[in-house]
């Protein structure tokens, strides 16, 4: 099962939107609506910041937006902030019980 | 506030087992499973199964079928992964995070600070 495929970086420059893609197969992220994105500074743990597609957790900010068409999902940040700068990771069911990651974006706010 | 506690960094030779924890409270245990999730030094994020809080029953990756054990202990409210024959491939950080109690939908909004689990001989 390899993993979902991302851009390896992406950028913008403060105040500005970027919007990272996520493109699986019709087994995970175009069968199903379980379609996650993490938030990752170096040294911590992962964050929550998008589930089920669309839905954000209590206390992301909503300049954290996601989407999916087809097999592909799509993460929009806008109003970039310095602090946003992270490495950002989705994640879909998989079937079976099963997850799979993308390879992660490193995301620069320039 | 759900809060997962993980043990500490292991140092361990090419060869031998790993079992690393996650103290799990703030919740009701039962309510819950957990995933277990690494990541080598630069690279990205490897899912390696989910176990349930409320059965035990277990879901693993298939290229860790044959050397993962995931178990948990109603008692003390605590996750366990076992990682058996340790390569240099295996050297991670290993994460626990909130699962679902019956499926792994990744709506994983807890997690574990993370154990930094070293082989080398």
């Known amino acids: 099962q390899s993993a979902l495929t991302q851009p390896p970086s992406a950028s913008g420059s403060p105040g500005q939107s970027v919007t990272i893609s996520c493109t699986g197969t019709?087994?995970?992220?175009?069968?199903?609506?379980?379609l996650s994105w993490f938030q990752q500074h170096p040294g911590k743990a992962p964050k929550l910041i998008i589930y089920e597609v669309y839905e954000r957790p209590s206390g992301v900010p909503d300049r954290f937006s996601g989407s999916k068409s087809g097999n592909t999902a799509s993460l929009t940040v806008s109003g970039l902030q310095a602090g946003d700068e992270a490495d950002y990771y989705c994640s879909s069911y998989a079937g079976s019980n099963t997850v799979i990651f993308g390879g992660g974006t490193k995301l620069t706010v320039l | 506030q759900f809060q997962l506690v993980q043990s500490g960094a292991e140092v361990k030779k090419p060869g031998a087992s790993v079992k690393v924890s996650c103290k799990a409270s703030g919740y009701t245990f039962s309510n819950h499973g957990f995933i277990w999730v690494r990541q080598a030094p630069g690279q990205g994020l490897e899912w390696m199964g989910w176990?349930?809080?409320?059965?035990?029953?277990?879901n693993y990756a298939q290229k860790f079928q044959d050397r993962l054990t995931m178990t948990t202990d109603t008692s003390t409210t605590t996750a366990y992964m076992e990682l058996r024959r340790l390569t240099s491939d295996d050297t991670a950080v290993y994460y626990c995070?909130?699962?679902?109690?019956?499926?792994?939908?990744?709506?994983?909004?807890?997690w574990g600070q993370g154990a930094l689990v070293t082989v080398s001989s």
């Open positions: 995070a909130k699962a679902g109690r019956m499926t792994t939908v990744p709506n994983f909004d807890s």
């Open positions: 019709s087994s995970d992220v175009g069968g199903y609506n379980y």
């Open positions: 176990i349930s809080g409320y059965d035990g029953k277990t």
